[in-house]
Structure formats: C-alpha cells, structure tokens
C-alpha cells in the first residue's frame, strides 16, 4: 500500500507570501498526482492532476511539481481566500489504487 | 450549476445494511465514472469504490470488497453504495465524487463533490 505523507501539518503564512507544501509517496507514484484545496463546510476542489497540470479554472498562482515520490504544492502570492487545507492524492489506473495525504492547514 | 447530492445515510447497527444514494444535476452522469470516498471521525479521506460510466466495471477498496456494491441508474442520474454487513469501523461521512476529464485527460481526480452524508454503525 502507497502511503502519502504531508508536511508541514500546518504553515503559517502573510497574505502576499509564498507558500510551499510538500507531498512525499511511500514508492514511486510517477507523475500520478492531485492535489486538492478543501475549506471548512466545503466539498474538495481540484487544483492539479498530473502532478503540475492545472484544473480547469484554476488561478496561475497554484503550481504543482515533482515527480516519483516528492512532490511539492507551491501558492505564489497567498489570498485571503486560499487559507485552507490542502490535500495530496495519488492515483493509478489499474488496479485502482487512490490514497489521500493527511493534510497540510495553510494558516494566517 | 453542477450538482451531487447525497442521502440516505443514517445510524445502523453492527452487521445491518444500508443504501446511499448520490443525485447528480446540471450534467449527464452517464459521461462520468463515479467514485464513493469516505472520511470517518477525525480521520483522513479513503477510498471506497468507483464505477465506470455505463456500470459494467466496478472496483472496490479491499476493506469493503465482498460487502459494498457500487451501482448506478444513468437514466435517473443517481448512484448508489448499497452496503451490506456494516461495521464499526465503516463509520464515516460517504461522499461521491465525479472523475475529473478535461484537457485531452481523465485522471482518476476529482472535480466534484457532494456534500456527504453520514453513516453511523453502532448497536
């Protein structure tokens, strides 16, 4: 079983500020990567997939790279509205295997 | 507006059975896989099942393999999670979730969500 640990489990940040949220796979994962904005009383939002390809509407300050079994989530100039947590995912076709990350809390 | 809706969660005891159900408005379900993820008590979101866009491929997340059914009815654009000798530890909010496709690419991502609903197995 792939395990997906994040870290920080929290990040304080400034409005304006950069924030860099790591993802790592307990094995290589390849580029088969999301990651996910989820705020308080709200369904997940999907901001990357393929590990750096942005969802559809997606503002350009969300950036996602890596590749393997380290990943890295990068906000470039945090919003009031992006403090939030933020969660990794892997995923592979077949057989189906998803695993989610713990969560990283980007807080002011 | 794009739309899942959840119900038919509830409180129901150890080796009893229940069905849930996920309306999808404002798109066709029948163009989507479909997934069932959950989040029990202070834990992380897991895996539980998905099924392909007509129903006739389903997989399943080994703990629940033998005991939950994924199904849909595409013309009432409803899926289901029928699940069958609940356990203790089969507590959780049960969300469905739509597989993402978009950009020439169909990750096993999510693009959307509802809103959950709640499954409780106690005696």
């Known amino acids: 079983e792939i395990v997906m640990t994040q870290s920080p489990a929290t990040l304080s940040v400034s409005p304006g500020e950069r924030a860099t949220l790591s993802c790592r796979a307990s094995?290589?994962?390849?580029?088969?990567l999301a990651w996910y904005q989820r705020k308080p009383g709200q369904a997940p939002r999907l901001l990357i997939h393929?590990?750096?390809t942005r969802a559809t509407g997606i503002p350009a300050r969300f950036s996602g790279s890596g590749s393997g079994t380290e990943f890295t989530l990068t906000i470039s100039s945090l919003q009031s509205e992006d403090f939030a947590v933020y969660y990794c995912?892997?995923?592979?076709?077949?057989?189906?295997?998803?695993?989610f990350g713990g969560g990283t809390r980007v807080e002011i | 507006e794009v739309q899942l809706v959840e119900s038919g969660g509830g409180l129901v005891q150890p080796g009893g059975s229940l069905r849930i159900s996920c309306g999808a408005s404002g798109f066709s379900l029948s163009n989507y896989w479909m997934h069932w993820v959950r989040q029990g008590p202070g834990k992380g979101l897991v895996w539980v099942s998905r099924?392909?866009?007509?129903?006739?491929?389903?997989n399943y997340a080994d703990s629940v393999k033998g005991r939950f059914t994924i199904s849909r009815d595409n013309a009432k654009n409803t899926l289901y999670l029928q699940m069958n000798s609940l356990r203790a530890e089969d507590t959780a909010v049960y969300y469905c979730?739509?597989?993402?496709?978009?950009?020439?690419?169909?990750?096993?991502?999510?693009?959307?969500w509802g809103q959950g609903t709640l499954v409780s197995v106690s005696s």
């Open positions: 995912q892997h995923y592979s076709g077949w057989p189906p295997t998803l695993t």
């Open positions: 094995q290589s994962v390849s580029s088969n």
């Open positions: 393929g590990a750096s």
């Open positions: 979730a739509r597989r993402y496709c978009g950009g020439g690419a169909c990750p096993e991502a999510f693009d959307q």
């Open positions: 099924i392909n866009s007509d129903g006739s491929t389903t």
